[in-house]
């Protein structure tokens, strides 16, 4: 959450908003707060730091894919871990897991479609 709060802020700078949404839970998650998000916005990045293959990210892409179609103005993205066991050092955290930059060059690139 901290990490997509820094790129939303450099992202500011620019003239670029963002909505940044923390499902504070999975079971059951907040559907009306993320559709709210979609019609107000037109675009969503998921973020989490699960795979993103069969991840709970892609539940809520799907999710959003067949529900909020018609409110989508980009397809939905998705922004997770890369496809391998997450080390327990913290250099190997920040290799596997989503970092700024890699957070706002998602977020720039949605902006912009």
Same mark, same amino acid.
């Given at each position: ?34 559709? @709210?998000?979609?019609?107000?916005? /037109?675009?969503?990045?998921? +973020?989490? *730091? ?6 709970? $990210?892609? =539940? ?17 993205r998705r922004l997770g @871990?890369?496809?391998?066991?997450? /080390?327990?050092?913290?250099? +190997?955290? *920040? ?6 930059? $890699?957070? =706002?060059?998602?977020?720039r690139e949605l902006a912009?479609?």
């Open positions: 959450m901290l990490k997509a709060n820094t790129a939303a802020a450099k992202m500011a700078n620019d003239g670029i908003s963002a909505e940044i949404i923390d499902l504070r839970t999975i079971v059951p998650w907040d559907k009306e707060i993320v559709a @709210a998000s979609v019609r107000k916005t /037109g675009k969503v990045l998921v +973020l989490h *730091e699960d795979v993103q293959f069969a991840g709970f $990210g892609a =539940e809520i892409a799907a999710w959003i894919a067949e529900e909020m179609f018609d409110d989508l103005d980009a397809p939905v @871990a890369l496809p391998c066991p997450v /080390g327990y050092g913290p250099e +190997l955290e *920040e290799a596997i897991l989503p970092q700024d930059a $890699g957070i =706002e060059k998602a977020m912009a479609y």
